[in-house]
């Protein structure tokens, strides 16, 4: 069965400290898609970033980083020198080719960022 | 470039009282979803689409029903509301599998009293 896990449920930092939020999913198949989702206080949901389970490269963007590893079945998330507006619910989500109809969905991890 | 479009944003519902939520999408995506986000549960599904005509259940599809006779469109229909329906509805679309990005509206909040 698919799962996606978010341990972390809050964390709160000082502006310009690095944070990493974990994820850690579960699947029986070898293809496989992994994505973030970024929810600010204003609702909306965000697309940050795709992996597919081919491409363990990790990803920088900016302030952000991704650290895929397949043998931890971990897909964390780094955001460096955080800012205010980070402050926000993130969420890691998992599709895979034999379930392709859906995103299986963490529970989230809520970010503070304190000024 | 509008993306998905949800309305209403807000709506309080008694209980027993029938609603429908609407989603629009204009990027010409094939799949669309429904989710509700409760507190600390993340996002499950209840329907999805895969294309005009063609829907099917999700996760916890009981007290709902979809159509969508349009790529652009899929409502959502509640009947017969109950409090447990009470939850952010967020539609979503992407443009084929969910082995793309989704792309969600604004959400729904539904409170049913």
């Known amino acids: 069965a698919q799962k996606v896990t978010q341990a972390q449920t809050e964390i709160s930092v000082v502006e310009k400290e690095d944070v990493t939020l974990d994820c850690v999913y579960e699947t029986r198949d070898t293809t496989y898609y992994l994505f973030w989702y970024k929810q600010p206080p204003s609702g909306e949901l965000v697309f940050l970033i795709r992996r597919n389970s081919f491409d363990e490269q990790n990803e920088i963007s900016g302030r952000y980083s991704w650290n895929f590893q397949k043998s931890t079945s971990s897909f964390n998330f780094t955001i460096t020198a955080s800012q205010v507006v980070d402050s926000a619910v993130y969420f890691c989500?998992?599709?895979?080719?034999?379930?392709?109809?859906?995103?299986?969905f963490g529970t989230g991890t809520s970010l503070t960022v304190i000024p | 470039n509008a993306g998905v479009t949800q309305t209403p944003k807000f709506r309080i519902l008694k209980i027993g009282q029938s609603m429908t939520l609407q989603c629009a999408q204009d990027m010409n995506h094939n799949y669309m979803y429904w989710y509700r986000q409760d507190p600390g549960m993340g996002l499950k599904l209840i329907y999805y689409s895969v294309g005009a005509g063609i829907t099917d259940k999700g996760e916890v599809p009981n007290g709902y029903n979809v159509s969508r006779s349009t790529t652009e469109d899929f409502p959502l229909r509640l009947e017969l509301a109950a409090p447990s329906q009470t939850s952010v509805y967020f539609c979503?679309?992407?443009?084929?599998?969910?082995?793309?990005?989704?792309?969600f509206g604004q959400g729904t909040r539904l409170t049913v009293v």
């Open positions: 979503a679309s992407s443009l084929n599998r969910a082995n793309t990005e989704a792309f």
């Open positions: 989500a998992l599709s895979d080719s034999n379930t392709g109809n859906q995103f299986y």
